[in-house]
């Protein structure tokens, strides 16, 4: 994923170019009083307001007819506490920038999702993760948040001040207000070994509790029409540091897994019947791999082939049966799938609406090349998804509404009643979350 949302003529698109928006307005506060006069504004105008980051989500979450919030001024680091272990930044600094300041002063995040293009305040509100046996998502390592909300009262939050707000609003959704600042815990510098290496679909479903057991960060990719998978393993590592090459990280990351994997999606878009045999090819061309370096150089890697998304988080038990229907289902239908699957984990955290609220969860992600017809996937992998009780991403195609996701989520009336007294009047409201939340 490298470039970012589009605005032109008063229209705005998302990454994936699944959702367009016609704002009345975009505003562009550069400070916490301009953001709080912005909503003051749209309330006396009686219009919606949403904040947008970079646009990575794939639903309609930040689209608005009214005030569009566009947070890039609102950047960087406010407060480095090294007593505390926490680095405070403002609401629109991108997470790239974020990871890349902190590695100067010797500090890093725990864990990291797998691209870095979002703002802070975009990924966390959505629960982008990463994959970790012990470590959870971007947002589950928030110890503190301000908020501006719907009156314009700028909010502090955290475990001991407003804390019925801090543990909804970590991952928002941008309903309860617009996150103006975001804290989170850091730890010194440290090393991750990265070791990827081709491995047979049902040896790593077979093995797949020994393989979370034993890796402090396990996830693999299988290739739909084949037995094929790839695996990555990240553990923290006394080093040295031994990176990918310059000449290897172009071939490998650049050539092969843009450049190539472009071009395959091209031939299959324009030639589904060549989709299984692409990927035969694509799954053979894998080879194991071992590097050491800093984390956010481990965790991300560059996306710019664009495609749409499904992911959906079930019960980490349930993770082998849903990929075994998975399967099933793709070699019984007439369906061509050139994007492999992509499969993490988290542990149980403690966020209102957290896909991984009060359970521990195997994420299982689907994907469909731009342009290439993707709802008969999609709707075939979510009837298997929602029949393991999973829960949908809040920033990737899904069908669920209120109804369905309150019998999912054990904590749902309290997110809502909470909407209910910060925004009665539903300034941040929008249609999908009008879906997702109720009226």
């Not at 725990?110 to 691209?115: A, L, R």
Request: one cysteine or more; glycine letters at 8%; charged letters at 25%.
């Amino acid at each position: 994923m490298g470039s970012t949302a589009s605005a032109k003529n008063g229209t705005w698109r998302n990454w994936g170019g699944t959702v367009t928006a016609h704002p009345a307005r975009e505003v562009a506060p550069a400070s916490v009083d301009e953001l709080v006069a912005a909503v003051r504004r749209a309330a006396e105008d009686g219009l919606p307001v949403k904040a947008v980051g970079t646009g990575h989500s794939f639903t309609s979450i930040a689209a608005t007819d009214g005030v569009l919030v566009r947070p890039h001024l609102l950047t960087g680091i406010r407060r480095l506490d090294r007593a505390a272990m926490t680095v405070t930044v403002e609401a629109g600094t991108p997470l790239k920038r974020l990871n890349a300041a902190l590695a100067r002063e010797g500090l890093s995040l725990t864990n990291m999702g797998d691209i870095m293009e979002q703002t802070v305040s975009g990924a966390t509100s959505t629960g982008t993760h990463g994959t970790g046996r012990e470590s959870a998502s971007i947002a589950a390592q928030i110890r503190g948040l301000e908020l501006v909300t719907a009156d314009g009262s700028v909010l502090t939050c955290s475990a001991t001040e407003n804390p019925d707000v801090f543990a909804a609003a970590r991952i928002g959704l941008g309903a309860l207000g617009i996150v103006s600042a975001l804290t989170f815990a850091v730890e010194p510098l440290f090393l991750l070994t990265a070791r990827e290496e081709p491995m047979p679909l049902d040896r790593v479903l077979a093995e797949f509790d020994e393989l979370w057991a034993e890796n402090e960060h396990f996830e693999f990719y299988w290739f739909p029409h084949t037995l094929s998978t790839n695996t990555k393993r990240n553990n923290r590592s006394a080093g040295p540091e031994q990176p990918v090459g310059q000449l290897a990280g172009w071939f490998e990351d650049e050539l092969l897994s843009n450049g190539v994997f472009q071009v395959a999606n091209w031939i299959g878009r324009a030639a589904p019947a060549a989709i299984p045999t692409l990927a035969q090819v694509s799954s053979r061309a894998l080879s194991a791999r071992t590097y050491t370096d800093i984390p956010y150089r481990v965790f991300t890697s560059p996306r710019r082939v664009r495609f749409v998304e499904m992911e959906y988080g079930v019960p980490r038990e349930a993770l082998a049966d849903t990929l075994r229907e998975l399967r099933t289902m793709v070699e019984r239908s007439d369906l061509r799938v050139s994007f492999p699957v992509e499969v993490r984990t988290a542990p149980a955290d403690d966020i209102t609406l957290s896909t991984a609220s009060g359970r521990d969860t195997a994420y299982v992600a689907v994907h469909m090349f731009k342009g290439t017809p993707y709802q008969r996937y999609f709707t075939a992998a979510e009837r298997i998804f929602t029949a393991h009780e999973g829960r949908p991403h809040w920033g990737k195609v899904h069908t669920r509404d209120a109804g369905q996701l309150a019998e999912v989520y054990p904590r749902f009336a309290e997110f809502t009643a909470l909407r209910d007294r910060l925004d009665p009047e539903r300034r941040f409201r929008n249609d999908y979350l009008r879906r997702v939340l109720g009226s």
